[in-house]
């Protein structure tokens, strides 16, 4: 009974997934208003040659503030699931 | 485990290669492709070197952990303050652009790269990599250490 | 209708994610469990690349620059920020898998259920 109800709802998972991807828009003509100007506008207005690393510090730093916290966040945790109780125990 | 004397050999050869092209990657953020993110990950991967041909219990003699966090720590406190230094116009405002440090404005179209350009950028670039080696680091070191000590108390 | 039927990398990021799905559904040990949901994590990335690609571009890069149009830099941005996201789930579920061997003794899904204490 639950393998039935397993194997329906994943095939219809994956034929609006290919119905997806047939319906999309062509691929290598995306519509594009806002990369044309941050292309257009990159090296007066940050100085930087590189258009993928100003989008990434400049105008969307937020993104990057809140991933830089991310990684903070999972070493911390890494390193508190590997504590031992008593210090010297096991060398 | 420590592996055999070829293998330790080639990897004393390889690693300061390896490191510098790192640093590299990291520090030509804002004119060649890369940045902070991809330059730290190629430093770890360094370090995931020395671990696997050395043994983790003598790399952990040397590189404490307690030394990671606080470059770890120092990496986002420098991230935070220049982010607050344009806080006069917006938070996370460009406020170098047009001055004398990394400030001058590259001609459009096709150039050669001019390092001193860039704005705040290239120093964001830097705490964001310090960050990732400090992290990444950590990561391999503490689950090297935590594998290896089950096979000696069994 | 939008669309066109030469949508390949498309296609190939819907394979992607169907066979991760049924990787999450019907596997046991829990190590086949995680690379399952590191596929899926990969044709995410995929998806957002090829999402902003045009027709015989450059790299969005000024440096020494050949001819030609540049493709979109924003996705690229995007994929950066979801790839470091992956990496930070993956550790921290690896972490717990190394943990449930400790107290219990095995990696199966069915043996390791009934903790005790």
């Not at chain 1, 990159?42 to 990057?64: I, L």
């Not at chain 2, 004398?100 to 950028?121: C, E, K, Q, R, V």
């Not at chain 3, 107290?103 to 390791?112: L, V």
């Amino acid at each position: 009974m639950r393998k039935t109800v397993a194997a329906i709802s994943l095939g219809i998972i994956i034929a609006i997934l290919i119905a997806t991807a047939l319906l999309i828009h062509p691929f290598g003509y995306p519509p594009s208003q806002m990369d044309d100007y941050i292309i257009e506008n990159t090296q007066s207005e940050t100085g930087a040659n590189n258009a993928v690393t100003s989008v990434v510090f400049d105008y969307r730093g937020f993104d990057t503030l809140g991933e830089a916290t991310i990684l903070f966040t999972a070493v911390t945790g890494v390193v508190m699931l590997f504590r031992k109780k008593k210090r010297g125990v096991a060398k | 485990m420590i592996m055999s004397k070829i293998v330790r050999t080639i990897s004393n050869l390889l690693t300061p290669l390896i490191f510098i092209f790192g640093l590299y990657i990291i520090i030509h953020g804002h004119l060649t492709p890369g940045g902070g993110f991809q330059g730290g990950a190629v430093f770890a991967s360094g370090i995931a070197l020395l671990i696997v041909a050395f043994g983790s219990y003598n790399i952990q003699k040397k590189l404490k952990e307690h030394h990671l966090s606080i470059l770890e720590s120092s990496g986002a406190l420098i991230f935070i303050g220049l982010a607050f230094g344009g806080i006069a116009t917006v938070f996370f405002y460009n406020f170098l652009v047009g001055s004398s440090f990394f400030g001058h404005i590259p001609p459009t179209g096709f150039n050669p790269g001019d390092i001193w350009t860039g704005g705040i950028i290239p120093l964001m670039n830097i705490a964001v990599g310090l960050k990732v080696i400090a992290g990444l680091s950590v990561i391999v070191l503490v689950m090297a250490l935590a594998s290896s000590k089950i096979e000696i108390e069994e | 209708m939008t669309g066109s039927i030469f949508n390949i990398p498309f296609l190939a990021v819907a394979a992607l994610v169907g066979i991760a799905l049924y990787i999450i559904i019907s596997q046991r040990n829990l190590i086949k469990l995680v690379m399952g949901i590191v596929i899926l994590e990969s044709g995410i990335n995929l998806f957002l690349v090829t999402l902003g690609y045009r027709e015989a571009g450059i790299a969005p890069i000024y440096t020494n620059a050949p001819e030609g149009v540049m493709v979109l830099p924003v996705p690229q941005a995007l994929t950066l920020t979801s790839i470091v996201i992956g990496v930070a789930i993956t550790a921290l579920m690896l972490s717990m898998i190394m943990l449930t061997y400790r107290h219990t003794g095995s990696i199966d899904s069915e043996k390791s259920r009934k903790m005790k204490g």
